[in-house]
């Protein structure tokens, strides 16, 4: 089982810049491939980025792409997503997410079915 907690959400002009954070707790949670997904008001649930066990192969979404930055830090079990020139479609609830295998499988890494642990989300409101 692992737990996932997002932080670093808030309120920000456009133009700024967000880092969140996702902190894994359980067991080898560190060996997780894991991802980012947001969920814009009335919308559904999409893909955002993701990044393998070891940092070394990251994946975005064409909307975020050159604005997004995913990173983890395995010596203290965190995720991160650095988000610049927020835009106000940015706007989301913003969800990390664990996979139970370490690599991103090419063909359905941006899948929410190849996700097992869910965090609780955190929001990004982006004001124009």
């Known amino acids: 089982q692992v737990q996932l907690v997002e932080s670093g959400g808030g309120l920000v002009q456009a133009g700024g810049s967000l880092r969140l954070a996702c902190a894994a707790s359980?067991?080898?949670?560190?060996?997780?491939?894991m991802g980012w997904f947001r969920q814009p008001p009335g919308k559904e649930r999409e893909f955002v980025a993701a990044?393998?066990?070891?940092?070394?192969?990251?994946r975005y979404a064409d909307s975020v792409k050159g604005r997004a930055t995913v990173s983890r830090d395995n010596a203290k079990n965190t995720v991160y997503l650095q988000m610049n020139s927020l835009k106000p479609e940015d706007t989301a609830v913003y969800y990390c997410?664990?996979?139970?295998?370490?690599?991103?499988?090419?063909?359905?890494?941006?899948?929410?079915?190849?996700?097992?642990?869910w965090g609780q989300g955190t929001q990004v409101t982006v004001s124009s």
């Open positions: 997410a664990a996979q139970v295998r370490g690599y991103l499988s090419s063909s359905t890494y941006y899948s929410s079915n190849d996700y097992a642990y």
């Open positions: 359980g067991r080898t949670a560190s060996n997780n491939a």
């Open positions: 990044i393998n066990w070891s940092g070394g192969d990251t």
